[in-house]
Nanobody, 124 residues
Framework: QVQLVESGGGLVQAGDALGLSCVASGGTFSNYAMGWFRQAPGKEREFVAV????????GYADSVKGRFTISRDNAKNTVYLQMNSLKPEDTAVYYC?????????????????WGKGTLVTVSS
């Protein structure tokens, strides 16, 4: 059983940057593709970004491409999400996710493990 714990959320202004971290425990981190999802109030949970086991392959939702960067440090069992040029529409609870393959992380149904989430609020 893999446990995922996110940190780094908070209240920022539009245009600011914020970095999220997710530490994994209870499994072999490098065996999992890792990703980030988000859920805004009243909306469904949606894919944000994904990283392969090594971090060499990444993917992003169109809404965050060019502004967000996912990375991972397998030695620290940690995946990161650097968010730049934040917009009010980025306001959501951000969830860390793990799955066996990068393809499984393109939607919430394929996620094997979820973190509890961290709230990001972007004011205009």
């Amino acid at each position: 059983q893999v446990q995922l714990v996110e940190s780094g959320g908070g209240l920022v202004q539009a245009g600011d940057a914020l970095g999220l971290s997710c530490v994994a425990s209870g499994g072999t981190f490098s065996n999992y593709a890792m990703g980030w999802f988000r859920q805004a109030p009243g909306k469904e949970r949606e894919f944000v970004a994904v990283s392969s086991y090594s971090g060499r392959a990444t993917g992003y939702a169109d809404s965050v491409k060019g502004r967000f960067t996912i990375s991972r440090d397998n030695a620290k069992n940690t995946v990161y999400l650097q968010m730049n040029s934040l917009k009010p529409e980025d306001t959501a609870v951000y969830y860390c996710a793990a799955a066996g393959t990068i393809g499984e992380l393109t939607g919430p149904d394929g996620v094997r493990y979820w973190g509890k989430g961290t709230l990001v609020t972007v004011s205009s």
